[in-house]
């Protein structure tokens, strides 16, 4: 079992950044590929990144591709989503995820989101 919880959102102004940290419990998060997504008002959620159990392979959507970087640190259980050059778009909850597979758009764990906005 492994619990998620992001933080890091917030409001922020078209052309900024922010970065989005998603902290797991347990002593397994290396065993985990780990997966970021997003979800806008009335839209189906979406696929934005994921990166390998060792951080070795990194994969985008490509309406992220160049802008948003995905990362880890096994050592303090996190992932993280360096997101820059944010635009309206952007706008949504935020979810990471854990799974067994990579690549995979499939998870068996997810934390409870954290809100972007970006305004224009």
């Known amino acids: 079992q492994v619990q998620l919880a992001e933080s890091g959102g917030g409001l922020v102004q078209a052309g900024g950044s922010l970065r989005l940290s998603c902290a797991a419990s347990g002593r397994t998060f290396s065993r985990y590929a780990m997966g970021w997504f997003r979800q806008a008002p009335g839209k189906e959620r979406e696929f934005v990144a994921c990166i390998s159990r060792s951080g070795g392979s990194r994969y985008y959507a490509d309406s992220v591709k160049g802008r948003f970087t995905i990362s880890r640190d096994n050592a303090k259980n996190t992932v993280y989503l360096q997101m820059n050059s944010l635009k309206p778009e952007d706008t949504a909850v935020y979810y990471c995820?854990?799974?067994?597979?990579?690549?995979?758009?499939?998870?068996?764990?997810w934390g409870q989101g954290t809100q972007v906005t970006v305004s224009s």
């Open positions: 995820a854990a799974g067994r597979n990579y690549p995979s758009y499939e998870y068996d764990y």
